[in-house]
Structure formats: structure tokens, C-alpha cells
């Protein structure tokens, strides 16, 4: 990941989100203060964000070990999404 300084960021802003978006390539900027931010494609936000809400439901879990245990003991069955994710499609 690419580190940078916000006073870089200011005078290549262009270069920078394009290299962001086009190649998916996160950007880490530190901030005058030491702060820092990291900036990514809205497509990876996105993957984030729904890996995140899978992961934080107990249903969707479940649904990913038993998917792993049958695929583990090679009696990979298909097992109905839990109703939430099946909604989201």
C-alpha cells in the first residue's frame, strides 16, 4: 500500500484517485497531525462492508462452517443461503 503525506495528496489529488480507482491500489495518507486515513475504491468499501455484515451475523456463520465442514469431510451438499443473504441478490 502506498503511504503519502496530505500535502502530497493536495498537489497530485488526480494521479492519486486515479491509481485508487483504476487499479484498485489502497492509499494510506498521514495527515500534518500524524493522523491517518486510508482511502479505497468504492468497489473495495463495498466488498468491506458486505464481508463485514456477513461475518458479524450469526446465521451467515453458521451457514460458512457447515459449508466448511461438508466440503472438509467431501460431502459438499449445496445448503440454502440464510434467508437475509439470499435477499440481498
Same mark, same amino acid.
Given at each position: 500500500m502506498e503511504h503519502i /503525506? #496530505? %500535502? =502530497? &495528496? $493536495?498537489?497530485?489529488?488526480?494521479h492519486y484517485l486515479n491509481g485508487? /480507482? @483504476?487499479r484498485r491500489k489502497?492509499? %494510506?495518507? /498521514?495527515? =500534518? +497531525?500524524? #493522523?491517518e486515513v486510508v *482511502? *479505497?475504491? =468504492?468497489? @473495495?468499501?463495498? +466488498?468491506l462492508r458486505a464481508n463485514q455484515l456477513v461475518l458479524? #451475523?450469526?446465521a451467515? $456463520?453458521?451457514? *460458512? $462452517?457447515e459449508s466448511m465442514r461438508q466440503v472438509r469431510e467431501l460431502d459438499a451438499q $449445496? %445448503?440454502?443461503l440464510p434467508r437475509? &443473504? #439470499? =435477499?440481498?441478490k
Open positions: /503525506t #496530505d %500535502t =502530497e &495528496l $493536495q498537489r497530485k489529488v488526480c485508487v /480507482t @483504476d489502497p492509499l %494510506t495518507v /498521514t495527515a =500534518e +497531525n500524524g #493522523d *482511502i *479505497i475504491s =468504492e468497489a @473495495d468499501y463495498r +466488498n458479524c #451475523d450469526p451467515h $456463520q453458521a451457514w *460458512i $462452517q $449445496q %445448503t440454502p437475509a &443473504l #439470499d =435477499e440481498a
